[in-house]
């Protein structure tokens, strides 16, 4: 049975004449991480804002572990991490004091709230520079504490708006680990991010946002079903081109289309069959060397660029 952590039902923000979230509803089910996407202006940090409480909404209705915020925002909001696009730490402070502060907000104190301080420390792989201060660290690592800070009080939902921004590549990949972590342990994960590459290879589920709406939502395969319904397999040969017949090709169940140029043959495949196998099978078959397979399905930047017309980072 699906549980919905996050109930969203016509939400709606306005700043002046400008709707920066337009009736948009949504369900976040507990598990999941889920990956929201839009370009700059698309809504998604409003409405980052409005689950969290940190905007008020102009008309609609938010539901958090079956809560409705506007009546229980106080204890609604011990159960969210939150990790801001803005790195929110304070330079004066050591690491410890940084997370222990932030965790005194969510009501921990004494030992129980310094063990969990160490704790968030140690998964953040900062626990040896709990007594640095934040302004010896690189981005990277400041952006580690950002984490650190918004998980020691165990919530149940982590809100990541632009967790990886500006960071080295080892940074990146030590984060992208945490957070599949974190939801193996028991965290819904709410993920935005301008890298889509991150979102292809951590998020369950995807929601679209443009000029405030939502145009999109579903598991990747599902949204690159809205683009085409074919798979196309690109395959490059060093030889026996003149062995190859489109029409034997053809015969193989659920090849729609065969294209040859310079070397490789482009076969259009249904989306719904697999027959990967058999079609790899007619030229080890045929003596017809195989040198490279590329499989051309469209990936979810171009997903993302056919609906929005805009690339993720522009």
């Not at 700043?15 to 809504?43: C, H, M, R, T």
């Not at 915020?69 to 790195?87: A, T």
């Not at 140690?122 to 918004?150: V, Y």
């Not at 921004?165 to 680990?177: A, F, K, M, N, V």
Request: charged share 25%.
């Amino acid at each position: 049975m699906f549980v919905s952590i996050v109930k969203i039902s016509q939400l709606t923000k306005k700043y002046g004449d400008v709707i920066a979230v337009d009736n948009i509803s949504l369900e976040i089910q507990e598990g999941e991480i889920f990956g929201l996407l839009g370009p700059n202006g698309a809504g998604k940090t409003t409405t980052i804002n409005m689950i969290t409480g940190l905007v008020s909404m102009d008309r609609g209705d938010i539901w958090i572990l079956g809560k409705e915020i506007k009546r229980s925002g106080q204890e609604v909001k011990k159960n969210i991490g939150i990790v801001p696009q803005d790195i929110a730490i304070y330079e004066d402070l050591t690491c410890l004091e940084n997370v222990m502060f932030f965790a005194s907000l969510y009501g921990l104190k004494g030992a129980e709230l310094k063990k969990r301080a160490e704790e968030a420390l140690e998964f953040t792989g900062l626990l040896d520079r709990a007594k640095s201060f934040p302004r010896e660290f690189s981005g990277g690592m400041k952006r580690r504490l950002n984490i650190a800070c918004a998980i020691a009080h165990r919530p149940k939902l982590i809100i990541m708006d632009e967790p990886t921004i500006g960071i080295d590549t080892q940074s990146r990949s030590h984060i992208l680990q945490s957070v599949k972590l974190l939801n193996e342990m028991g965290s819904t994960i709410i993920y935005t991010s301008h890298y889509m590459e991150e979102v292809e290879e951590i998020c369950t589920r995807v929601a679209i946002m443009d000029h405030g709406k939502i145009i999109a939502e579903g598991t990747q395969d599902e949204l690159k079903s809205i683009v085409t319904d074919k798979n196309s397999v690109w395959i490059t040969v060093s030889g026996g081109m003149d062995k190859i017949s489109q029409s034997r090709l053809k015969e193989i169940y659920g090849v729609l289309s065969i294209e040859i140029d310079d070397g490789v043959v482009k076969i259009s495949t249904s989306k719904d069959v697999s027959n990967l196998h058999e079609i790899i099978l007619y030229f080890v078959e045929n003596d017809i060397p195989i040198k490279n397979i590329e499989n051309k399905t469209p990936d979810l930047e171009t997903v993302f660029l056919t609906l929005t017309g805009r690339k993720l980072r522009d």
